[in-house]
């Protein structure tokens, strides 16, 4: 595939202002990460380049520029000389409206393209940092893109990524208008954000800002076996394909604990190794150790960064092999009383425990040794349990865990402490405490009073400075909501901004069934298996991209029959477009985080029209239930029914692109309840064997997928879709909008040329249109109905190019040997 050097000469020229400017380019083998010695940076004119540029594409490489201005032949953060603009960079995604015109795009796929923005006051690094993440939030385009030192792909050179199928990015949208830039104010007015993204948005900057600051590398006891804890336990596994990025990225929690790197290779080689899929063979020992180097080499944070602030909560102790109720005598009980000389330092090891619990447990006793003369001994891994399980609602008031009955339990001041300890187990043994300060009250000889007094303020010391500690470290007003398909027990974690519930799967209750009804039903509803496993490929698909489906039935046929057996189990939530519209504003909603606890499927039933938001759809949603805590939900399969044709979904011109890459569509027809088997043994008898099929037919998918591990499952599941959509694909029914577009744009043009429509310039046989956007706007309000106008409005700067037949867009033109304008050529 040739390069195309008109296209890389105009993307350096949009991005510059100049003709033929002097850019920092960066070259990297674009297969993989194995010749390093292929990467050059530099700075010279594109002319100068070309020559190492055209052996670098023979070699695979990539060739890429930089956002912003740099001094000699270096490329780093810190030596940003000049800043040209910001960037959104969507990757896997379609290109979202923006609210902010970029100056310019450039695209290689339908989920692949690129935004500029030039802006002209940005004054700092860390101000180009806060302004990249915001867009990138605000769009849902990659967080990562955020270095001032920021390097994109130079358009009409080749992507190697699959070197058998080499790519290009090429200009999609030139929106330049002379010398103007944007201001920075521009950039923060045109992205508002909510407040909890703005939330976001700040503690990522704070994070940021003490990543900086750490501790170094020491070997700390505490922090080895943290970290040895974390390779065994919930380090995520390397799997082959991916296992060196896996690596770097288990390898940079050891750095962040400020573990040597010697210490940290041998720990992840004993304990980690073991785990990866597959695991490294003795002669690899040096690969993968190496891997761990170039973790710690290349790290962006200081080393100790975590342990400096504190940031690692505790961990829960992992569950035995067959859950507690097996191995109840394995559960952590609490320590009996040990009292210490008052000289005497805290020797008990916490090399198990995290450093918030041991922190406190000495914070307790310094109290009580204060008072008492004595320490107590607590159980550091209960009190780390109950630090990293439950978490503190100001907004409620109240304190939030899960029981052992896995419903999440809300506790007000006086029921918290006994909610933690009927959960967690005591954190130390309260008759042997209580005993200790009955006795140092005696000797004290205090009255009957007095001594009641005593007891009871200091029988509250432990249980006061744990919720002071929930109160002030744990508190989060903003819940994330899952059921962890391959977990035995619930639990809570808590993160940064939000605390994440995990809920355990409970298999679905199945019964009997007549083989006879299910033959009947599948004979009537024949896509009925293909359905139920599609749900649950969405269950366990990492990306839920694909998991829209338009049912298009007659209205008998039994839309509200399938509905019915998937609210039974609490498979379903039923919802509005006008609900989820509210849930994207974030408005109330008359939905709780229950009705979402179990649920794999949104339906909505009887839809009339959809709205580009729907297209958020895809994997979660934050709703806000009244007078509760705003909840984050995992949102699987999307189920669209309807008896009737939507023309804003499928219009006169097709389906919008977005909604073809999304949507698969089944088309049913007859009437469930004219069926004869259904009338003579009645809808219940019927009802009940169709929903005991199902619960039979979809726990036997899910334990097949659980069986699989995590890891493989989602994998599968993502083939699975991506088969699913290419046999089911909507587009399969009907036309693409993008594929009618050049029909569109030759119509306008044809029109305009038959009655010589007031903006068409003539120079002599050649044809020229002014002000061709007004004009497609008003063609398409006179020939489309309101349910499609929306739709094509959207494309009407892809109808304006594709009707300029000389490909040079909407420029300033010369006719007539003297008159400027600025059209595009028709003819």
């Known amino acids: 595939m040739e390069y195309n050097l008109k296209q890389a000469k105009e993307c350096l020229s949009l991005l510059t202002g100049e003709e033929d400017p002097s850019v920092t380019l960066q070259i990297f083998y674009d297969v993989d990460s194995s010749k390093p010695e292929l990467a050059k940076t530099f700075k010279l004119t594109l002319a100068d380049a070309l020559p190492l540029i055209e052996l670098s594409q023979k070699r695979h490489c990539g060739i890429f520029v930089a956002l912003n201005e740099f001094e000699g032949n270096t490329r780093s953060n810190e030596l940003v000389t000049g800043f040209r603009g910001l960037f959104a960079d969507c990757d896997g995604i379609d290109e979202p409206e923006w609210t902010l015109t970029p100056h310019f795009?450039?695209?290689?796929?339908?989920?692949?393209?690129?935004?500029?923005?030039?802006?002209?006051?940005?004054?700092?690094?860390?101000?180009?940092?806060?302004?990249?993440?915001?867009?990138a939030i605000y769009y849902g385009t990659d967080l990562s893109v955020c270095d001032p030192a920021r390097v994109f792909r130079l358009a009409g050179f080749n992507h190697y990524k699959d070197p058998l199928k080499p790519a290009q990015y090429s200009i999609s949208n030139d929106n330049t208008d002379g010398d103007y830039k944007h201001t920075v104010e521009d950039v923060i007015k045109a992205h508002p954000l909510s407040a909890r993204q703005d939330a976001e948005l700040n503690a990522w900057m704070e994070r940021r800002r003490v990543k900086v600051v750490g501790t170094g590398y020491e070997n700390n006891e505490i922090y080895n076996a943290l970290f040895?804890?974390?390779?065994?336990?919930?380090?995520?596994?390397?799997?082959?394909?991916?296992?060196?990025?896996?690596?770097?990225?288990?390898?940079?929690?050891?750095?962040?604990?400020?573990?040597?790197?010697?210490?940290?290779?041998?720990?992840?080689?004993?304990?980690?190794?073991?785990?990866?899929?597959?695991p490294w063979t003795e002669p690899e020992r040096n690969q993968f150790v190496g891997i761990i180097g170039n973790a710690y080499k290349y790290a962006k944070s200081a080393a100790g960064c975590k342990t400096s602030v504190g940031a690692f909560s505790g961990r829960p102790v992992p569950e035995p092999i067959g859950g507690w109720e097996a191995n109840n005598a394995l559960r952590p009980k609490a320590m009996t009383i040990k009292t210490v000389a008052a000289s005497q330092e805290v020797a008990a090891s916490i090399t198990e425990n995290n450093e918030r619990a041991a922190s406190l447990v000495a914070s307790i006793n310094y109290l009580i040794k204060k008072e008492l003369g004595v320490e107590i001994e607590i159980e550091y891994s209960v009190v780390s349990l109950m630090l990293s399980s439950c978490f503190f609602s100001s907004q409620k008031s109240s304190y939030f865990l899960l029981s052992e009955n896995d419903d999440l339990l809300e506790a007000k001041n006086n029921d918290c402490w006994v909610f933690l300890v009927k959960t967690f187990g005591a954190p130390?043994?309260?008759?042997?405490?209580?005993?200790?300060?009955?006795?140092?009250?005696?000797?004290?000889?205090?009255?009957?009073?007095?001594?009641?007094?005593?007891?009871?303020?200091?029988l509250k010391i432990p249980s006061e400075k744990i919720k002071e500690h929930l109160r002030y470290y744990n508190q989060r007003n903003n819940i994330n909501m899952n059921v962890d398909m391959f977990a035995g027990k619930g639990r809570v974690e808590i993160h940064d901004e939000h605390a994440q519930v995990f809920f355990r799967h409970i298999p679905l209750q199945e019964g009997?069934?007549?083989?006879?009804?299910?033959?009947?039903?599948?004979?009537?509803?024949?896509?009925?298996?293909?359905?139920?496993?599609?749900?649950?490929?969405c269950r366990f698909a990492s990306d839920r991209k694909l998991g829209y489906l338009w049912l298009h039935a007659d209205s008998d046929f039994g839309k509200g029959f399938l509905i019915?057996?998937?609210?039974?189990?609490?498979?379903?939530?039923?919802?509005?477009?006008?609900?989820?519209?509210?849930?994207?504003?974030?408005?109330?909603?008359?939905?709780?985080?229950?009705?979402?606890?179990?649920?794999?499927?949104?339906?909505?039933?009887?839809?009339?029209?959809?709205?580009?938001?729907?297209?958020?759809?895809?994997?979660?949603?934050?709703?806000?239930?009244?007078?509760?805590?705003?909840?984050?939900?995992?949102?699987?399969?999307?189920?669209?029914?309807?008896?009737?044709?939507?023309?804003?979904?499928?219009?006169?011109?097709?389906?919008?692109?977005?909604?073809?890459?999304?949507?698969?569509?089944?088309r049913c027809k007859g009437s469930l309840n004219h069926r004869g088997l259904f009338k003579g043994v009645g809808k219940a008898i019927y009802f009940n064997s169709v929903k005991n099929y199902f619960a039979e037919k979809f726990n036997y998918l899910v334990r097949e997928y659980i069986s699989l591990g995590e890891a493989a499952s989602e994998t599968i599941a993502d083939n699975r879709l991506?088969?699913?959509?290419?046999?089911?694909?909507?587009?399969?029914?009907?036309?693409?909008?993008?594929?009618?577009?050049?029909?569109?744009?030759?119509?306008?043009?044809?029109?305009?040329?038959?009655?010589?429509?007031?903006?068409?310039?003539?120079?002599?046989?050649?044809?020229?249109?002014?002000?061709?956007?007004?004009?497609?706007?008003?063609?398409?309000?006179?020939?489309?109905?309101?349910?499609?106008?929306?739709?094509?409005?959207?494309?009407?700067?892809?109808?304006?190019?594709l009707m300029c037949i000389d490909n040079k867009g909407y420029i300033t033109?010369?006719?007539?040997?003297?008159?400027?304008?600025?059209?595009i050529r028709i003819k």
């Open 722 to 801: 991506i088969e699913f959509h290419k046999k089911h694909g909507i587009r399969n029914e009907f036309n693409v909008l993008s594929e009618s577009l050049p029909e569109i744009a030759n119509e306008i043009t044809q029109h305009c040329i038959k009655y010589n429509h007031s903006s068409i310039v003539r120079n002599n046989e050649e044809v020229y249109l002014t002000s061709p956007v007004k004009i497609i706007e008003q063609y398409i309000d006179n020939n489309y109905d309101h349910s499609n106008k929306t739709m094509m409005l959207i494309k009407k700067t892809e109808i304006r190019d």
């Open 228 to 278: 040895k804890n974390t390779l065994i336990n919930t380090a995520p596994i390397a799997i082959s394909g991916s296992g060196s990025s896996t690596v770097i990225k288990v390898a940079s929690y050891g750095h962040d604990y400020g573990i040597p790197l010697e210490a940290c290779q041998e720990l992840m080689w004993n304990h980690y190794n073991q785990r990866c899929l597959p």
């Open 105 to 135: 795009t450039q695209q290689r796929d339908s989920t692949h393209s690129h935004a500029i923005w030039l802006v002209s006051n940005i004054k700092s690094g860390d101000e180009f940092r806060m302004l990249q993440r915001r867009i």
């Open 428 to 458: 130390f043994c309260a008759e042997s405490f209580y005993d200790l300060i009955e006795g140092d009250c005696n000797k004290k000889s205090l009255t009957k009073v007095e001594a009641n007094k005593r007891i009871s303020s200091l």
């Open 813 to 823: 033109r010369l006719v007539n040997s003297y008159e400027r304008i600025k059209a």
């Open 564 to 666: 019915s057996i998937l609210s039974d189990f609490k498979l379903c939530v039923d919802l509005s477009v006008k609900e989820i519209e509210k849930m994207f504003e974030g408005a109330p909603v008359g939905r709780s985080e229950k009705d979402f606890k179990r649920a794999i499927v949104v339906s909505i039933d009887e839809f009339k029209s959809v709205k580009s938001e729907l297209k958020q759809l895809q994997n979660h949603v934050t709703i806000s239930p009244k007078n509760q805590l705003s909840v984050e939900v995992s949102l699987y399969a999307k189920l669209f029914t309807s008896a009737e044709h939507v023309s804003s979904l499928v219009g006169e011109a097709g389906v919008e692109d977005q909604f073809a890459n999304r949507f698969s569509y089944f």
């Open 512 to 537: 009997k069934y007549d083989s006879k009804i299910i033959d009947d039903y599948i004979n009537h509803f024949k896509q009925f298996d293909e359905l139920i496993s599609w749900f649950v490929d």
